[in-house]
């Protein structure tokens, strides 16, 4: 049975112009808050990550686990995720939670999200090994070698996320007299390999310049 997994309702918009009658999205972020499960999807893992989006995890099963806990070896799965920090993470969560399905392979369909364009087809990428690689750096902030450059690129911008004195850090500060606002804006349109939304934005310009009061946004 063909599986298409997409990262986030965007991309499942995508997948119905491709024809998708039922992609299953994955609906996570992990690049938000910390990490300490080391089994992706497990009960324990569903309750710290319903604890980290602010939700019951009833609903965070719902959402993000259901049809994912469905899946079994044998399962022909093509996932669709971009090559940016955000996706990266969840991608590496993704096939760490394959691995442990039984579920040996993939199809990697990697899209360009800006044009929702197919740029490189990988086929036949094993998970096998991609717990060690999530616990390494999701949960121990730890490098890894992977087999993938893309995969690999990801995990460099995500010890640079988490470096206080890394590139993204050190555009934040450099921007010291904008506003929250006009920050975000900046690090969406400059720093597009990041895949920050405005959440992530906010957070990362509070924990790297936390010691300057925002002015207020204009109205």
Known sequence: MRINI??????????????FKNSTVF???????????TTPFSQSFINERAKVHGVHPDKYRKKCAQQ?????????VHVYFGEDLFCQLNLITLLAF???QGIDKVTYHVIFEDEMKETA????????????????VLVNHASAAVPLEIIEKGIMLYMDYLDENGKLASFI????????????V??????????????QCSYIIGKYRPERKMPEEKK
Request: hydrophobic share 35%; proline share 1%; glycine share 12%.
């Open 186 to 199: 900046k690090i969406i349109k400059q720093l597009p390999e990041y895949g920050l939304g405005e959440e």
């Open 98 to 100: 394959l691995e442990k």
């Open 27 to 37: 609906g996570e972020a992990m690049i938000d808050g910390i990490v300490k499960d």
């Open 6 to 19: 997409v990262s986030g309702d965007t991309m499942a918009e995508y997948g119905e112009q491709l024809g």
């Open 173 to 184: 500060r450099s921007n010291e007299t904008d506003s929250v606002l006009q920050l975000t």
């Open 121 to 136: 087809l990988i086929e036949n990428l094993e998970t096998s090994g991609f717990s060690e690689i999530y616990k390494a």
């Open 68 to 76: 994912l806990l469905k899946m079994r070896a044998g399962d022909d």
